[in-house]
């Protein structure tokens, strides 16, 4: 049976929950990824920014505020005020179905994988669509 630790994402960006929003926005932009997991030091985690909530703490173009003054406002919000805490989580030894099932009850983009409380890594609906992108060429020869 797979299991999450064999296509959970292991290079995984992180921020702490002192970062300032401007640090996240950036990073998922260059990075083009949409979940940033939030950790101590040690990688004890501690919650998820999404792309969502970035979004939610952004200022409407109907505001007529320019970047210049969005990245200024967003210099001196930390993470901590937008990023969500009661996440959802698997262990690596989680079992796929229990993962995938998860993510599709409750429409969520990613899960934190955790063990004995630490980041070890993260799967997404990317790891999921890789492996059936490769089931399918398996099937096919």
């Known amino acids: ?8 994402t292991m290079d995984i960006f992180t921020l702490k929950e002192t970062d300032n929003l ?4 950036s990073v998922m932009n260059l990075a083009r990824i949409r979940h940033i997991p939030i950790v101590k030091e040690d990688m004890s985690f501690i919650g998820l920014l999404t792309h969502r909530d970035i979004l939610g703490a ?11 003054a969005q990245e200024e406002l967003d210099l001196g919000i930390p ?6 805490t009661k996440v959802r989580t698997v262990s690596k030894d989680d079992s796929l179905r ?18 004995n409380g630490k980041l070890v890594g993260i799967i997404t609906e990317a790891d999921f669509l890789n492996l059936t992108i490769n089931l399918l060429d398996a099937l096919n020869e």
């Open 98 to 115: 229990h993962a995938a099932t998860m993510l599709l009850e409750h429409k969520f983009g990613c899960l934190p994988v955790l063990e």
């Open 22 to 25: 401007a640090l996240a926005r």
């Open 1 to 8: 049976m797979l299991k999450v630790k064999d296509i959970m």
């Open 79 to 84: 993470v901590m005020e937008i990023m969500n």
């Open 58 to 68: 952004t200022v409407s173009k109907l505001a007529d505020l320019d970047s210049q």
